[in-house]
């Protein structure tokens, strides 16, 4: 049977592994950072009549420019920006991908600062971008001193910062936002995929985009909005950013019916960003809960919570499976991620724990679920 060691693939892609977290059938799944409400029926046959009323032309192009959804995500976002500082594509993945098509590549480098998201080490790879890791402090803190004299190491041509930051939660400082732009002689980009999760008073880097052409900030239609499956991320900058990406978009990248359905999604934004509301609650609950239960809980800014185990996370991990919760291990030793969801999902965790802490859960050697998961370990 041939495998990966078999193909002429590129070197430095030998070895690696696909990113992604485990997908198991258990009663609860808080892994993924996914919302756990479903869609409302209105918002569901609205979507449902956008998309059908493209059928029929299916066997035309979509608009490849997305200029009526732009706009939308413009009217969205506020802050005084237009179609032009808009772009949209296929999760923010697919648009953090673009920027490093143009931005970085081979004989250029990207900064990041870990632990954050782990897509971006990833993507920089793919593009043939050199990964310059700046690190957090032991707290997961970032300062403006670190991150300036790492901008000043490495002299990236792409910053990226998470704010919130996955996998801790912890909004960005505004003042390690202000003076990495003062000093990173490339581009910065803000990953805001849970911007809408954060505390009150949270500010956002949109407010800073204008009279700073190299500033980026993306967005995920995944979260707040429950449109995980409809895979539309999205980006706000300068116009000349906006012009500079669609020079490696491919061709028609966002389908009719994509665009039909998030457009329907954004019209109906006030009913599905009222599951926000709630799964704020269910956070703040988690980490108010955990901390009366002694454990170290980091601020969260996001709508998961990174918790301390003290303990091997990979067999706590395992106990929380066997009760039926799937979390995340993100591969930071003594610590796991687990998402804030349902009222109900939030029992069913802190009963987990309790089990757990019990003492009276352990490893069931006659589990049907594999311990050794791909992906259940390593970051995400």
């Not at 892994?31 to 609205?46: I, R």
């Not at 008073?201 to 993306?218: E, F, I, K, Q, S």
């Not at 170290?296 to 185990?309: K, R, Y």
Request: proline content about 7%; aromatic content about 6%.
């Amino acid at each position: 049977m041939t495998s990966l060691d078999d193909l002429p693939i590129r070197d430095d892609l030998r070895g690696r592994s696909p990113y992604g977290a485990p997908q198991l059938d258990v009663p609860v799944r808080l892994n993924t950072n996914e919302n756990s409400y479903p869609l409302p029926e209105p918002v569901v046959e609205a979507i449902s009549k956008a998309v059908a009323a493209e059928l029929r032309d299916l066997n035309r192009y979509p608009d490849r420019d997305a200029v009526a959804l732009r706009a939308d995500l413009a009217d969205y976002l506020g802050h005084g920006l237009g179609v032009g500082d808009v772009w949209a594509a296929n999760g923010s993945n697919e648009v953090q991908q673009q920027l490093l098509q143009v931005f970085g590549g081979p004989g250029r480098t990207a900064l990041g600062f870990t632990p954050a998201y782990s897509m971006h080490p990833l993507l920089a790879t793919a593009t043939g971008t050199a990964w310059r890791d700046g690190r957090r402090d032991a707290d997961f803190g970032l300062t403006v001193a670190h991150a300036v004299a790492q901008v000043r190491e490495h002299r990236p041509d792409v910053v990226f910062l998470c704010s919130p930051n996955n996998p801790t939660g912890t909004a960005l400082d505004p003042a390690v936002l202000d003076a990495v732009l003062a000093e990173a002689p490339g581009m910065v980009v803000v990953d805001e995929a849970y911007a809408e999760f954060a505390r009150p008073g949270t500010p956002t880097a949109l407010a800073l985009l204008p009279g700073h052409p190299r500033l980026v900030v993306t967005r995920t239609m995944s979260k707040a909005f429950g449109f995980a499956g409809g895979r539309l991320g999205y980006l706000a900058a300068d116009p000349a950013v906006v012009d500079a990406v669609q020079l490696v978009r491919l061709p028609y990248h966002l389908s009719a019916l994509t665009q039909a359905a998030a457009r329907a999604a954004l019209a109906h934004r006030e009913t599905l960003l009222g599951t926000v509301r709630a799964i704020k609650e269910q956070r703040d609950r988690i980490v108010s809960g955990l901390r009366a239960r002694g454990r170290t809980v980091a601020d969260s800014d996001a709508n998961f919570v990174l918790f301390e185990v003290g303990a091997d996370q990979r067999a706590v991990w395992r106990v929380l499976l066997d009760h039926g919760v799937l979390v995340r291990d993100v591969g930071l030793a003594g610590w796991l991620r687990v998402t804030a969801g349902t009222p109900e999902e939030t029992d069913a965790f802190f009963a987990a724990v309790d089990a757990w802490t019990a003492g009276v859960a352990g490893a069931d050697p006659t589990s049907t679920v594999d311990s050794a998961v791909p992906g259940a370990a390593g970051p995400g």
